[in-house]
């Protein structure tokens, strides 16, 4: 077909192709187009992106204005009377048939920028004079329903920018490693130019026909009055990029968590420090790698700014290993996994608040039965009688199970709800007591959002909100207020996080009371049954720190234990942070003298008392009940009593008295323990139910023999208690190794040579026997 055909029947095809889409209509523009997945820091930087399913790396655009730098480089370059006409412009076209009439070929299209939007709204279908016409009524249409600043916008975040990069954010980022709007007026005259010859950013050729390219636009620029000469030099003195830069990926795994949970989202603009996360990826990927060497292959870390809520930091896992291994691609912030020893810091300040407890009383730590479930201490062994706030600082399970029985699972268990522990599924009857000690699950989202709002209680001296709000701003979202309060008080909260400023802290941190300058840091550890979960969790005024080491996949490893693995972690993530402020005393909180030897308030009993600050509903506790004044003869080897017994030969005392069960262990360590003298025969009192062996008898050999299958055997010690109801406490050579009922018999095989056997009744009544087992040969 000649040209002057073309000039002839060119009107009637762009006239009938006016009629026929026009009257089909239009829809929006790229509906159906598919986007990378991008997150972004607080700043505006991006965080990580995943490539979108057609494999082009296609950013969506934020809502702030596209760079007037590009703005005007692109109108420059593409459509200079961009502002003046309706979509379509005549005198471009006309200038555009002209100019391909004489050249006897088609060189210029005389297509806007908004008809190279419907163009690439349609997919870039072939370049004919049909589809040329079509492009028209669809920029028509565009300009109808769009501002011109949007019709920039469409353009920018669709053009072809070379390669399978897709739109000027993918560019900015791809070619020069920074925020769109951060580029120069080189970087934007060269973005201007691409979308018309997108084959030109080639790594290896077309460098300086690209080049050569952009400088023209530069002096165009220049022409017009946009940029000074100064400018100008500059511009045209800045290379062309050499490589693409690798897109950054410091959050993918939050990423691929709030994917998951918007599927109808492009794009994340999150809390997160940039400089914090990468720092934070750093630490946890430097402690991966000794990690890995035991057998450990997952961490995770979160960082929440305590006065906000705002997460700062968000580590979801490990780079994944090479080749990846199960787990690493799992986003363990979210994951739930058994919270070990936890949930102690919010019974201890719901006891505190309900006045069930006083900071620093003493608690039994015994050999326990509740129910059908016995606790054990990690040490393996019992301290008698524990200062409470130091069995929440050594952690110990048995103090803490005896504890939640007193206050009742089913208050507890709707205490940590209204705390925000939503993954609190069933039932309180269904934990038990176990509760308390890893028998339900939670994440470290979770976690460290509670220990956050009981740090940010005490700042703010009332009850301050609970959860963590969503690193991320999305419509859904926007607007929504968090109104739940804590059910803890500042003065609990207070009194709690004082008590775990006293968690021993890792070997290399131990020094930190030496320095003016180390941080205040409450913190607490906790560990799975079958070392399967490690955790670490820490809080001062101004951040909370969680922390979870293990396997993704339930695998246990020796020696994952929170203190030494997941703490270490913590502890270099706070160096990371700074220092902050301390934790204030806030309001609710009184001096009131207690027991030097109880810690309960103090009674007429008590040998000495000490000043404490206590919370105001500790004030109607009952006075201190384990301190008594006793009656001594003039020796103090026997107990007496003014109705026998001269009163003036009589010595008054003031002691410490403890039950017999927690004397027995707590007089083991403290040697300063002074136990009841024996009572006068004339002195008739209460007496605790006796125990007696009937096997092994005291002094006593004994033989094991082999049994026909080739093993040792073992012995049968039996022994007779006088309350046949009571619960039997065992312990061999100082260490617990069974517990009975009914039936008092435990089967032993000791080694050859001397041992000790010792019971304690539950109501703390004790008998104990030396034997000897002979060796075989």
Known sequence: MTVARQLVIGPLLFVTAIVVGWLAGFSAPFDDVAYSRVIYAADGRLLGARIASDGQWRLPLGPQPLPDRFVVALTTFEDVRFHAHPGVDPIAIARAALSNLRARRVVSGGSTITMQVARLARSNQPRTLIQKATEALLALRIELAYSKPDVVRLFAAHAPFGGNVVGIEAAAWRYFGRPLIRITWAEAALLAVLPNSPSLMHLTHERDALRAKRDRLLDRLYAAGRIDEHELRLAQGEPIPTAPHPLPHDALHLLGTLAARHPDQWRFDTTIDRSFQQR????????????????????????????????????????????????????????????????????????????????????????????????????????????????????????????????????????????????????????????????????????????????????????????????????????????????????????????????????????????????????????????????????????????????????????????????????????????????YSPGGLTTVPVCRDSGLLAGPDCRASVARLLPVTALDRTPCSYCRTIHLDETGAMRVAADFYPTDLIVQEKRLVLPEAMAWYYQRRATDYQALPPVHPRLSGDTVASVAFEFPTDDASVFIPIEMSGRRGSIVAVVRPADPRASIFWHLNGDFIGVTERTHSLELSPRAGVHELTVVTSAGATARVRFRVLDRE
Request: aromatic fraction near 8%; proline fraction near 7%.
């Open 280 to 583: 934070a990826s750093q630490i946890v990927a430097a402690h991966g790698i000794r990690l890995r060497s035991i057998g450990v292959a997952h961490a995770a870390a979160i960082v929440v700014h305590v006065p906000t809520g705002a997460v700062r930091s968000y580590v979801g896992n490990l780079p994944p290993s090479n080749p990846p291994g199960a787990g690493d691609y799992v986003d363990i912030v979210q994951a739930r996994r058994s919270t070990g020893s936890l949930l102690k810091p919010f019974l201890y300040a719901a006891m505190i608040d309900s006045g069930e407890l006083i900071p620093g009383q003493i608690v039994p730590d015994v050999p326990t039965r509740i129910g059908g479930y016995i606790p054990e201490n990690h040490t393996g062994d019992f301290l008698g009688a524990v200062r409470v706030d130091v069995a929440l600082a050594r952690s110990l399970n048995v103090p803490a199970a005896r504890l939640l029985q007193q206050y009742g699972v089913d208050r507890f268990h709707g205490v940590l709800r209204e705390l925000g522990m939503r993954s609190l599924t069933r039932s309180a009857s269904h934990y038990g007591i176990p509760l308390i000690l890893g028998g339900s699950e939670s994440t470290l989202w979770e976690l460290t959002g509670m220990y956050a709002s009981m740090a940010r209680t005490v700042r703010e001296r009332a009850p301050g909100a609970l959860t963590v709000h969503p690193p991320y701003v999305i419509p859904s979202d926007a607007g929504q207020s968090d109104a739940a309060r804590s059910p803890l008080s500042p003065a609990a909260s207070y009194l709690t996080l004082e008590a775990l400023r006293e968690v021993e802290r890792p070997e290399e941190f131990q020094g930190w009371r030496h320095f003016r300058s180390a941080d205040e840091i409450s913190w607490k550890t906790g560990t799975s049954y079958g070392l399967r979960d490690a955790w670490a969790i820490g809080v001062n005024a101004e951040y909370a720190v969680g922390v979870w080491v293990g396997n993704a996949t339930g695998r246990g490893a020796p020696g994952l234990r929170g203190t030494a693995i997941a703490g270490p972690v913590m502890f270099e993530l706070f160096e990371m942070l700074g220092r902050a402020g301390s934790l």
